[in-house]
């Protein structure tokens, strides 16, 4: 049961949601990505240059020796890089509002992340934020059926979590409440709409 437990973990990692999300907006909402150049462009930003702080990890000196303290604080690293080239891109290649608002949102959750856990040194839970966040942005965009499918993913997250001793209860809601926070405070202030 364990090892279950460790497989739902590696195969809900940030990157597997944020694949999912883009993919599911570019089947139903073509004009929201604006075309094959943006969704590759995004899966590379969102998910191909997170993802590759797993393979990297054991060849960077400052981060190889850590464990999975260090794979954390790798991903966390490279997620955000992605994002902020990702946002920057969208704005520089003119991008439809509606990716430019899913950058946005990976861009301040990687930054609310980022000041939880560094400067409070609060562990809000990256898989948490990581899979709540797409959910809260399909909800956003009408997409309904597959959000429910995507809530209904959360669950073995914070399972999984619990019981491989990744996260607490604390962490998970830390984290699941940034994505929704975020996206609250880029719509309402007018961040991205002006």
């Not at 560094?118 to 899979?131: L, M, N, P, Q, W």
């Not at 597959?146 to 993913?153: E, F």
Request: charged letters at 10%; a positive charge; hydrophobic letters at 50%.
């Amino acid at each position: 049961m364990e090892n279950g437990f460790k497989i739902i973990r590696r195969i809900t990692v940030p990157p597997v949601f944020a694949a999912a999300l883009l993919l599911i907006v570019y089947m139903t909402h073509t004009d929201y990505i604006g075309g094959i150049g943006h969704l590759l462009g995004g899966l590379f930003f969102l998910v191909v240059l997170p993802t590759l702080a797993y393979p990297l990890q054991k060849y960077i000196p400052k981060y190889k020796d850590r464990g999975r303290e260090g794979q954390r604080s790798l991903a966390m690293l490279f997620s955000f890089v992605g994002y902020l080239l990702g946002t920057t891109a969208a704005f520089v290649f003119s991008a439809p509002v509606e990716l430019k608002l899913i950058y946005i949102e990976y861009l301040l959750c990687g930054i609310g992340m980022l000041v939880l856990n560094r400067v409070f040194h609060i562990k809000a839970s990256g898989h948490a934020c990581g899979s709540v966040g797409p959910v809260i942005m399909l909800v956003y965009f009408g997409l309904y059926l597959p959000a429910i499918i995507g809530a209904m993913l959360v669950l073995p997250v914070y399972v999984s979590s619990i019981r491989t001793g990744q996260h607490t209860m604390p962490q998970l809601f830390g984290g699941s409440t940034i994505p929704a926070f975020m996206l609250f405070l880029t719509v309402t202030t007018g961040l991205l709409f002006g």
